[in-house]
């Protein structure tokens, strides 16, 4: 049984050369309340099919994403029911982290490879560490230049960041773009981001093609350029948080101060504001204050995309649309399940590079895991928690 992180394989007798057992790959279909997405589309699986890998997908795991069994099939994968998934399988590739229930069912020293949200998964994690379940956190994935086409954070904030836009137009009462027509001329709308990075800079890619006037405001001056050449006008405040790793630090008390003023005018003149400020491992900022949706116009919408970690606008209730003082705010979660088909398109890409990590050219398991983009997302393995900030948790400390 394949425990180590080693390669398994054997010798052939006849030319001394290393047979692979092909490695089976088994995707379930995802169970998580809302979640349309699934891990590999039918294109991948024909991709690992050329390096000798068996395909093995859960009936019905891409209905809810458009790929039918039937393109799974045609690709070369086996489709068959959850008795038989696991059975053999070496990996097993996930959108969502793996429940207590499918744990139980792995063999030990499966890799599981997927999203892990440890901070709220605690309890699984410390069943696959007890048994022996070796699992890679793609949100760990650093976010360096070669780790890019694996990079999932980034492939599914882009699907967030477009969705966001489109929520925003959908509920907003008026039009977009600027019209001219026999029945008057029409002003276009004025959509806020506040947060640039990759959702905030796709959000404003799209509502500048909706063909709104744009602005966008982060803390990192860097993200500027980045507005700018989108079309959109970039907020500028004598603040520059850029921290660790590309990533804002947190705000001093007088920057939050001065951040909040310069906000609050912006936003009272938008007609959908669009939010995804993050400070990774820390409560979203608080951006919009129950006083500054009161000073907005009526029919304003807000979409938080950090609804689900405390949100940027103290009105904001995830999972939810409310209406306070006129104004919709939408708290979204798993904005990327919106758009199943393509969302899901580009997480199996981002798996199928990172895949490539962990097996070699002959495609045998690698021996060990000592790759920095291994090192960094590898969350459990031989029976211990690798993740220091997850460890400390589960020990009772503080992350
Ligand atoms: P994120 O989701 O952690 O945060 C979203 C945005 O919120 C960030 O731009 C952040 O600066 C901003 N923010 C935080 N506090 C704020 C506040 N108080 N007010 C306004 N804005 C605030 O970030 P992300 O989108 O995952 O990426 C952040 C950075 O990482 C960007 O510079 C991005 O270009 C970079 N990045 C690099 C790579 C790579 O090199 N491979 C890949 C992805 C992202």
């Known amino acids: 049984m394949f425990v180590t992180g080693k ?37 991948i699986v024909q991709n690992l099919k050329k390096s000798g890998h068996e395909i093995r997908i859960e009936h019905d795991a891409g209905t809810s994403a458009y790929y039918p069994d039937a393109l799974y099939t045609a690709a070369g994968a086996k489709i068959v029911s959850i008795d038989d998934l696991f059975n053999g399988a070496r990996i097993v590739l996930r959108v969502q982290p793996p429940t207590l229930a499918e744990v139980d069912q792995l063999a030990e020293g499966t890799i599981v490879i997927g999203f892990m949200n440890a901070t709220n998964n605690l309890e699984v994690i410390a069943r696959m560490r007890d048994r022996r379940i070796t699992a890679f956190a793609l949100e ?70 909706l063909g709104a006037i744009v602005e966008a405001y982060d803390v990192r001056r860097a993200a500027g350029e980045q507005v700018r050449s989108l079309g959109a006008k970039f907020l500028e405040l004598e603040i520059n948080a850029e921290g660790q790793g590309g990533y804002a630090r947190e705000l001093t008390p007088e920057e939050k101060e001065k951040e909040q003023l310069m906000v609050s005018t912006a936003v009272a003149r938008a007609d959908i504001v669009i939010t995804t400020a993050a400070i990774p491992g820390r409560k979203a900022p608080r951006l919009v204050t129950k006083e500054t949706v009161a000073s907005m116009r009526p029919g304003a919408v807000i979409v938080d995309l950090a609804a689900e970690s405390g949100g940027n606008c103290e009105l904001t209730v995830a999972g939810k649309t409310v209406r306070e003082y006129g104004v919709t705010i939408i708290g979204p979660q798993n904005l990327p399940a919106r758009v199943p088909f393509h969302a899901s398109q ?4 981002n798996l199928q590079s990172f895949l490539a990590l962990i097996v070699d050219k002959n495609g045998a398991l690698i021996r060990e895991f000592t790759d920095e983009i291994l090192v960094a997302s590898l969350l459990v393995h031989a029976g211990e928690v690798r993740h220091k900030p997850t460890s400390d948790l589960m020990s009772g400390g503080k992350p």
């Open 7 to 43: 390669a398994e394989n054997t010798i052939s007798p006849a030319t001394n050369a290393p047979i692979h057992n092909p490695i089976v790959i088994a995707v379930p279909k995802e169970l998580a309340t809302g979640e349309q997405r699934v891990a590999i589309v039918p294109e």
């Open 140 to 209: 760990l994935v650093p976010r360096i230049t070669r780790a890019q086409s694996m990079d999932a954070l980034s492939s599914q904030a882009t699907a967030a960041g477009y969705t966001a836009a489109i929520l925003g137009a959908d509920n907003c009462p008026k039009f977009l773009p600027m019209l001219t027509t026999a029945a008057g001329t029409i002003r276009p709308a004025t959509v806020l981001i506040l947060g640039a990075g990759v959702a905030g800079l796709m959000a404003i890619a799209t509502a500048k093609r």
């Open 346 to 349: 580009m997480y199996a890409k």
